[in-house]
């Protein structure tokens, strides 16, 4: 069983920043590939961003390419989306997931666990 809980959520001017911070329960942490997910009011759950077990390896979204930054240390049960130039349209529930897998995914349906989830809300 892993426990996964996010924070670093807020309110924030467009073209601010923020940092998401997700902390895992449990000894398997560093073998599992880990995953940024958001769901904005009357809209589907979208993949934000995954890194595999290492962190070498690592994918985003097109909307979120060259503005968020995933990245995590094992050593602390940790992992983390840096979100710069925010904008409106980032305004969601960000959930990170945890794959008992090393190998990254884009795919909600490959994640076993989830966190409660952090509102992130980008004001115009």
């Known amino acids: 069983q892993v426990q996964l809980v996010e924070s670093g959520g807020g309110l924030v001017q467009a073209g601010d920043s923020l940092r998401l911070s997700c902390a895992a329960s449990g000894r398997t942490f560093s073998s599992y590939a880990m995953g940024w997910f958001r769901q904005a009011p009357g809209k589907e759950r979208e993949f934000v961003a995954t890194i595999n077990w290492s962190g070498a390896s690592v994918s985003y979204a097109d909307s979120v390419k060259g503005r968020f930054t995933a990245s995590r240390d094992n050593a602390k049960n940790t992992v983390y989306l840096q979100m710069n130039t925010l904008k409106p349209e980032d305004t969601a529930v960000y959930y990170c997931?945890?794959?008992?897998?090393?190998?990254?995914?884009?795919?909600?349906?490959?994640?076993?666990?989830w966190g409660q989830g952090t509102q992130v809300t980008v004001s115009s």
């Open positions: 997931a945890a794959r008992v897998m090393s190998l990254r995914s884009n795919w909600a349906d490959h994640y076993a666990y």
